[in-house]
């Protein structure tokens, strides 16, 4: 408590709220440092009472009563003042000890405050930032003379607060934070001062003065801002310092804090505009206002030194202060700018517009607007570099490299300025531990590739500004920076890397060079950082004081930021315009044109779709170079461009590819290494193209050989899009658009142990003994059964596994009534379940009918049916039976080559090992997150079940997909099924590590905690 606090109990509030205000309710006081707090509910009437601190001055309550008042017009999440019964908004108590305190009331606002949200969305702080920019306009044309008053807390102040405390830090990172951010405010933000505008403001908005909470939706997690409270910091001051303390406080513990900053002025910019001043001086109020709040905190430790209180609270400021540091000036401000909708390097036009008309020399001496080159595709979905190739481009780039450039006959090839490209993999490029996190994948300079020992030339008059051998793996290795100015008097830099060592001999800083001066030669691999020879050059506008260090890649989330502050080099060496093609359509132009020319229930995953370029493993790169681990596609069931695959189809399609009708080997040999996976009883198979083609032709099958055309199938089953397998898909026929089940299909309940009404050791038969009661009544109807259908283990179903004893029984029960057994394998067959090849071998049945599917051709599209003798005879019944693809050459070679490296790799084996670990992990997520219901499956194919209630299992279908669209923010893609839609579902590729899946749970934890 600090001194002059009030003390009064809540029954003292109790009696104030009585005798004073006429309010009659239980008080509950509210944490307050200063002054007391009680909530007063008055029979659903709640108000705030508000005893102030002795110290207090009546000036300073009445100013907040009329800002409070004023802001009541226009504003809504602000209190109301709550008059008092003698009709007076401010009236006076004494305390116990004869001290007088003055107390007033204010309307409750609903909400939690912001303090105690796990997560912040990018929604959140867009809301807070209009909602600041709305109280900043609303306040414009307030005023009161007693928040013109000199206030340590203001922001105006907070300069010469860090001089005099500066000295109590006893944190060496914590000082040498806040004297390189002082440093800095001093010269990029002091000097903008005088010039930002001024008003009353909030000045302390922190996260505990703001109120969140809203409408419900899971999605949003109800993060609107609801209130903004405590109006008792108020001073007249810079207009941007409520911004620029928001920021301040919502950056802490945040991973990237301009991205925060960047969705805070974004939404204030909807309400508010900011003059350049603002906008220059914004990012140093923020680093000073925590500098302040670090300063003033060591003092107060220094005066009491047992307040631990003090020291916890200051910990995320002292965590953060670091980072802040980190970053530029000029970077935030360009940052910032963008993120207000204006230009975001003013000076980066006067560059452009500059290097458009002058005079320039050639780089390496030749003129590129007329010497023939090429320019090469290095992005993202580049074919020059494989999967595999990544983490050892050179020298199997400069091979690539040259003999591109050898077949076009040129000397010279260009790469390409902000392009996305996946080169980068020295861990200096990553911004966080995990592979999924961001790496600076963009190129914000250009290369021109040639002969290393190839000349350098200044292409305009410059000084020299830096250079250094920069000598770490994939760094610039031997890098100049020269220094220009424009004709107008605008600064700005050339950089050149990857040059040879002898380039820096005879180098000073100053000395000055003309245009065409020979300034460097190309380095070889083994000194230029370890590229294939070429120069990388960049224009910059605003070094930000890193010279040499200035980064030639960017992370895509600051790409606008980067590409801005460094124009196109093309300015400079003007390769002809027609040589580059095109710009790949952005993530929104492809959403567009997919709106335009595709069925619109072609759905797309997640409320941000991802756009996936490349594929390796068990990875698949966006079109920006983001990794994620994909947990979801069972298709490229060997990982993602398995190069054996990829390699057999290719040199098939070189040889031949032609249909069943004449004879090749290749067909034979895929027909009996995949029978040979199968019971001997499943001797004959068929070849088509997809797993709906394939379950069309079992269905065909089963008819021939019995007769009928009457067919069980499970609720919440998925077979196929055909018309025939809609109707025997509950999934969709009894989804929305269904026309429901036609008369010859039969629905029989999901033997669900966790949900359904059958448990313990006699689910199994009981649930089976439901089916025959479905055959039974077939029979009674004179109708002929042909047979059931199901996926061995339901995936479309929730991932479930059936209890032990029901496929068998089933099948007993069929066949009794002279059906056959077809067993779905699309998902759960190729080993995916760890303990079988075929999941139906862990129910210890043998189908009369497989249907195989999405994992045969590791994306290829291959279906095929394993079935008996008996029933293929009778199908060849003089009908011919034909699928133009099915069993095609390269389709038989690429089956092969995946049943060979399944084989090889052991990937049944490890999919056992890791799926039993990652199942274990699961499951201990359950004991400290309420919401897992259930966690299920087996080898790579598990389902994790969320409820709202472990007694009503009421499904929580929005939390899961919460779930999913978090899981696909931290890197990792999944996706949720199950009747309810309340199952994530997870069906990596069979890759997939033990260290995925470690990541899969933290982050899965991570996003549970996320969870309202
Ligand atoms: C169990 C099952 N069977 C059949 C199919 C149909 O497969 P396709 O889309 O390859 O025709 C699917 C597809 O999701 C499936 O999950």
Redesign the pocket.
Known sequence: MLHDAPRFSPSDAERIARDRFGLEGRASELTSERDQNFLIDAGGRRVVIKIANAAEERAMLDAQQRALTHLAATIETTPRVFAALDGASLTAVLAADGKRHFVWAVTWLDGRPLAHAVRRSPDLWRDFGEQIGQLDAALADFDDPAIHRDFYWDLANGRSIVESSRDQLVDESLRSAIDTLIARFDMRTAPLLASLPRSAIHNDLNDHNVLIGGNGDVERLGQRVTGIVDFGDMVYSYRVGDLAIAIAYAMLGARDPLTVAASIVRGYSSAQTLTDAELAALYGLVTLRLCTSACIAAEQIRQRPDNEYLAVSQAPIRATLPLLAEIPFGLAEATLRDAAGVQSVPAAERVIAFLERATVSPVLGVDLREEPSIVLDLSVDSPLIAGDERGNAEPLLTDRVFGAMKAADVRIAVGRYDEPRLLYVAPEFALGPRPTDEHRTIHIGLDLFADAGSAVFAPLPGVVHAFADNASPQDYGPVIVLRHATDDGAEFFTLYGHLSRESLNGLAIGRTVAAGERIATLGEPAVNGGWTPHLHLQVITDLLGLDTDFPGVAAPSQRATWVALCPDPNLITRVPLSRFPAKPPTKQQTLAARAASIGGNLSIAYRDPVKIVRGWKQYLYDDEGRRYIDAYNNVPHVGHCHPRVVEAGAAQMRVLNTNTRYLNDLLERYAERLLATFPRELDICYFVN????A?ELALRLARAYTGSRDIIVLEAA????TSSLIDISPYKHAGPGGAGAPDWVHVAPLPDIYRGAQKGAEAGPRYAAQVAEIIERIRAAGRGLMGFIA?TCP??GGQLVFPPGYLSSVYDHVRRGGGVCIA?E??TGLGRMGTSFWAFEDQHVIPDIV?M??PLGNGHPI?AVATTRAIANAFDNGMEFFSTFGGNTVSCAIGLAVLDVMHDEQLQRHASDVGANLLASLRSLAERHAIIGDVRGSGLFLGVELVRDRESLEPAGAEASFVANRMRERGVLLGTDGPYHNVVKIRPPMPFTAGDAELLVEAFDESLGDLP
């Open positions: 997809s797993a709906s083609e379950n998925y077979h196929g899009n996926e995936s479309v779905d699309v998902q249907v599917g999405k279906g």
